[in-house]
């Protein structure tokens, strides 16, 4: 039973210990390990055609989005053109956009700083692809002035609500896997014999170890 | 054709609604307030993963940018964005009856919102300045938060079993891990 005692003593991350780290940006923006950004941004003309075309071919061919997902602490993201403006009727001021304007968001965890260098660094092509056509952008790389370009067109959330705010992206994907690891197990043990289920204990904990 | 505000069985929302004249600081100092008074409105959907409310008061114009001419905004906007399971209907169907105390605080001090600021009112509302999404990023997409909020509940109760189940024999350990985990 040595074998078993070495083999068990698993490695695990704690529930709870993990430090916050959503850092780098306003009180507003945070909540919990998770941190809001949200950027506007006005289009040259050339947007209004290049932009559709590219949501559309993103939409088509999600495999478009495949770089995002080296991301892996993003939640949710999204892009959206804001053309015009719905109107409400008076007192709303009825105005025609000279521009499109891209509205973007992201839902993450990490800080904001190590966000952008990833963004820069992993998806370069992808954010010249994406903003390229607005005014202002000055290319992903260096890194320093398209800091200061977010952050300049960056908007702070009033009010930001996350419904897990104490995990990560990574700890949301590594309980998704564990759970479908866990099922069989947990379906069948109460039917195995003792050494049975502990062969498939053990089993599961080597191939769920990076889900711990 | 499926709605790129859609991705997998999650819905990305967004509504810009116009302030009304002299309501944006009333406005930000109530959506600034809201965490002091309390757990988030938002929590009380319990279909919203992410959700935030965004003053803006203008678009950014910066003469080095080149900019044919400046464009500003006539109004500050709030927008509400969420990122939820299902379908639009019924989460604004929701939103409108869970939400309503704290709505007519939020939209209620927007051009256009019903008086009443609840229901099918406000619903329509919402839907008249919903912004449509170009493209909506989601890792999985295909979870829910029920779900996610219980794996992530699971994982925590196996990495303590695992912690506190080490070096058992297999018996007590099979016997434990029925009881936690048997179904």
């Known amino acids: 039973m040595n074998g078993w005692r070495t083999f068990l003593a698993v490695s695990t991350q704690a529930p709870f210990e993990a430090p916050v780290t959503g850092t780098g940006t306003a009180s507003g923006n945070v909540d919990g390990q998770v941190i809001a950004i949200t950027v506007f941004s006005t289009i040259k003309w050339y947007g209004r055609v290049f932009l559709p075309v590219l949501f559309f071919a993103t939409a088509r061919f999600p495999n478009l989005t495949g770089t995002l997902a080296k991301l892996s602490f993003i939640h949710f993201a999204r892009w959206s053109i804001v053309k015009q403006l719905p109107y409400n009727g008076e007192p709303q001021v009825k105005q025609k956009l000279h521009y499109p304007h891209m509205y973007f968001e992201s839902n993450f965890n990490g800080g904001w700083e190590e966000y952008i260098d990833a963004f820069s660094h992993i998806l370069t092509r992808g954010m010249t692809s994406f903003w390229g056509s607005s005014y202002g952008f000055p290319k992903p790389l260096p890194t320093a002035p398209f800091k200061q370009y977010i952050k300049q067109n960056e908007i702070i959330a009033c009010h930001y609500y996350a419904a897990y705010p104490e995990a990560t992206a990574t700890m949301v994907r590594q309980s998704l896997e564990l759970d479908a690891k866990l099922a069989p197990l947990k379906r069948n043990a109460a039917k195995m014999d003792p050494d049975q289920f502990a062969a498939a204990y053990r089993k599961l904990l080597t191939d769920a170890q990076l889900c711990l | ?183």
């Open chain 2, 1 to 183: 054709m499926t709605s790129r505000n859609v991705s997998g069985q999650a819905y990305a929302f967004l509504a810009m609604t116009p302030i009304m004249p002299g309501e944006e600081k009333p406005l930000r100092t109530y959506l600034d307030g809201l965490r002091d008074r309390g757990p988030s409105p938002l929590a009380k959907l319990a279909r919203t993963h992410m959700g935030r409310f965004v003053i803006v008061e203008d678009f950014i114009n910066d003469p080095s940018w080149k900019q044919r001419k400046p464009e500003h905004l006539a109004m500050p906007y709030l927008i509400f964005s969420s990122n939820f399971d299902g379908d639009l209907d019924s989460y604004l169907d929701e939103l409108c009856e869970e939400l309503a105390p704290e709505a007519k605080q939020i939209w209620g001090r927007c051009v256009g919102c019903p008086e009443s600021a609840e229901g099918p009112a406000l619903k329509k509302y919402l839907k008249h300045n919903q912004i449509d999404t170009g493209v909506f990023y989601t890792p999985d997409g295909k979870t829910t938060v029920a779900e996610i909020k219980a794996a992530l509940r699971q994982r925590d109760r196996m990495i303590a079993f695992a912690r506190s189940h080490q070096g058992d024999e297999p018996e007590a350990l099979h016997a434990a891990f029925v009881k936690e985990f048997g179904s």
